[in-house]
């Protein structure tokens, strides 16, 4: 049986990936910081299947004490402080954990743990202002906000620990990925969330920003799959893990409001508020490396991905639930 662990257990990512570990056979254990206020609902199902370890990705002892104990084959490092606007109020705190977090992990499996896989969770915000779209593995990285550049840091870490010492790390540039797990403040999961509660009779109206700008949306569910075949490949590498497209934030309004049967038109208003700086160039990956070398493709479109959370959204809402 192989052994996995997972940072960022918790969240959206690390639920699915310990689902699909589980189904596959693997012993799962999950990296959790001791906290009262720890939300536990996306794995509360999964509580008598894993095993839960305490640790912090700002304390290299405690690291090197979860390694040691649970001896994994392979470790996915998902863990990080990823809402983007909150990396300008909480900058250092971001680099901490998004950043020198992977160093101290890095380190600790380099000492404790050296024949094990890691993968680490990469990001198109490291792509920031591109040069070129669609981006590829080797386009220059021009992070613009302090996530991204802690995500380019954690990045060239793993790279250079790949090189420098042989260890098997792969870093998988992700671009945005959704889900039912995924929270409101989250483009997508707010559009598909107030259309249910709209149809409801729950809400009146949805306030957005700019309708034309064009996101690299897909199913978090295909992410972590794609996550875990880089580990499964006989060399290590780094790949981007995107849809390969792009859409429309009015697309995707459209999209969710046909759902439900509803003209968005009637209830959408475009507030300036929630408006973004211009980006002149795309952010859409390029999944031709991972498809040609991994054989990874996603398997939900973007209508099927906004059908599924919308139904979601009604089935939740319809009995009660936020």
């Keep these: 049986m192989k052994k996995a662990l997972i940072t960022g257990l918790t969240g959206q990512d690390g639920s699915y ?30 509580f008598n299947q894993i095993q839960i370890i305490s ?43 998004t950043a020198l977090g992977v160093s101290r992990l890095l380190e600790s499996i380099r000492r404790c743990k050296p024949d094990a896989r890691f993968y680490q969770a990469s990001s198109s915000e490291v792509f920031g202002q591109p040069d070129e779209s669609p981006q590829t593995e080797r386009t220059a990285f021009r992070p613009r906000n302090p996530y991204g550049v802690a995500k380019a840091y954690a990045h060239w870490m793993t790279v250079n620990y790949r090189q420098k010492y042989k260890l098997y790390n792969c870093c998988g540039i992700t671009y945005t990925h959704e889900s039912p797990r995924r929270g409101t403040e989250f483009v997508f999961r707010k559009i598909t ?55 429309s934030v009015r697309e995707l309004v459209e999209c ?17 508020a929630f408006y973004r700086p211009d980006e002149p160039v795309q952010l859409v990956g ?28 009604l089935k939740k809402l319809s009995k009660g639930g936020a």
């Design 17 to 46: 990936l310990a689902e699909l570990l589980l189904v596959k056979g693997y012993q799962v254990f999950g990296l959790v910081r001791r906290s009262s206020t720890s939300n536990l609902e996306r794995i509360s199902h999964l």
């Design 55 to 97: 640790g912090d990705l700002l304390d290299q002892s405690s690291l090197m004490d979860v390694i040691a104990e649970a001896q994994p084959d392979e470790i996915y490092n998902l863990a990080s402080q990823s809402y983007v606007p909150l990396s300008w109020t909480q900058p250092a705190l971001t680099a901490e954990y």
């Design 193 to 247: 969330h107030a259309a249910a509660q709209i149809k409801l009779g729950l809400a009146k109206e949805l306030k957005l920003g700019n309708l034309d700008a064009r996101r690299d949306w897909c199913y978090a569910r295909d992410a972590v799959y794609a996550m875990w075949l880089m580990l499964q490949q006989e060399q290590p590498d780094d790949y981007i893990i995107a849809s390969g497209e792009t859409h």
């Design 256 to 272: 969710a409001f046909n759902c439900v049967g509803l003209n968005w038109q009637d209830y959408v208003l475009v507030d300036p």
């Design 286 to 313: 390029s999944i031709n490396k991972i498809k040609t070398n991994v054989g990874w493709q996603p398997d939900y479109s973007f209508e099927q991905l906004v059908e599924l959370m919308v139904d979601y959204d």
